[in-house]
């Protein structure tokens, strides 16, 4: 393991490379709490390997994703770092590391702001989505070099949904609207962006928002959607855990890794 500082990004004179224009922001600096206390979420193990590395590798191993911006916790940079390099990313992909903010939202605002001037489509792709296929990556990053200055991976729901009126004292919530279950969809990461717009959208929305393809809806610009897929899904309860691991040992009987 080495503690030798990662190499920083490009600055912005270095001449575009041919695979220098899409980069990826992995925010990891939540502390995970409905994961149960201890270790930040994004450097809990899963199958011996911390979720934060999945989560880079999962990046890194689109052709297309030539750096990876990690986003730690403020207080683990150092550890973070330790980390992405002794687990070395593949060839061909650089990783930094930034420390994050107080909300999601900040996190990610830390990570676009060291993005080299060369960077035209960005990824934003939650850590506590380690397992998102590269099918999945490139399908995104496809429609926002095809035109599209937003992308969201979504997929279908099982359950109907509800909307509730919340009740401050744990009393049953009245159900105020079902919305049409087939026009519904769960949305994962990663989220694709022309960079401009996402700089933009961080620069000027503010409030409670948990994307940031919201962020862009709230700038009047059209937002759509790829198939997503049901390995991108979040680690958020102890639970999804086991799920996690359930896939990783599917992969390994299949493809051998
Ligand atoms: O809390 P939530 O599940 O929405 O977090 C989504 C992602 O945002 C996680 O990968 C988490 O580490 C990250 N995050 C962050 N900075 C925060 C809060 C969450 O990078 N302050």
Request: proline letters at 11%; a negative charge; aromatic letters at 2%.
């Amino acid at each position: 393991m080495s503690d030798a500082p990662l190499p920083r990004p490009d600055l912005p004179s270095d001449p575009p490379g041919p695979d220098r224009g899409t980069a990826a922001v992995v925010p990891a600096a939540g502390r995970g709490v409905r994961l149960g206390p201890g270790t930040p979420k994004a450097l809990r193990a899963l199958n011996g390997t911390p979720m934060l590395i999945h989560a880079v590798n999962a990046m890194a191993g689109s052709r297309s994703v030539s750096l990876v911006v990690v986003v730690a916790p403020a207080d683990d940079v150092a550890r973070v770092t330790s980390l992405i390099n002794e687990y070395a990313p593949p060839a061909g992909t650089e990783v930094v590391v930034v420390p994050g903010g107080e909300t999601r939202q900040e996190s990610v605002r830390r990570g676009i702001d060291v993005l080299p001037d060369t960077v035209s489509t960005v990824l934003v792709h939650d850590a506590a989505r380690p397992l998102v296929p590269v099918e999945t990556v490139d399908a995104v990053i496809e429609a926002v070099r095809g035109g599209a200055p937003a992308v969201v991976p979504a997929v279908p729901l099982a359950d109907t949904v509800k909307q509730v009126e919340p009740q401050p004292d744990g009393r049953p919530e009245p159900v105020v609207a079902t919305p049409e279950r087939a026009r519904l969809r769960a949305v994962q990461t990663p989220q694709g962006f022309d960079r401009a717009l996402l700089a933009r959208a961080h620069a000027t929305v503010t409030g409670d928002v948990t994307d940031d393809a919201s962020m862009v809806e709230q700038l009047g610009v059209r937002v759509v959607v790829v198939p997503g897929h049901e390995e991108a899904f979040k680690v958020t309860r102890p639970l999804d855990l086991v799920l996690a691991e359930a896939v990783l040992a599917r992969r390994r009987a299949n493809h051998g890794f």
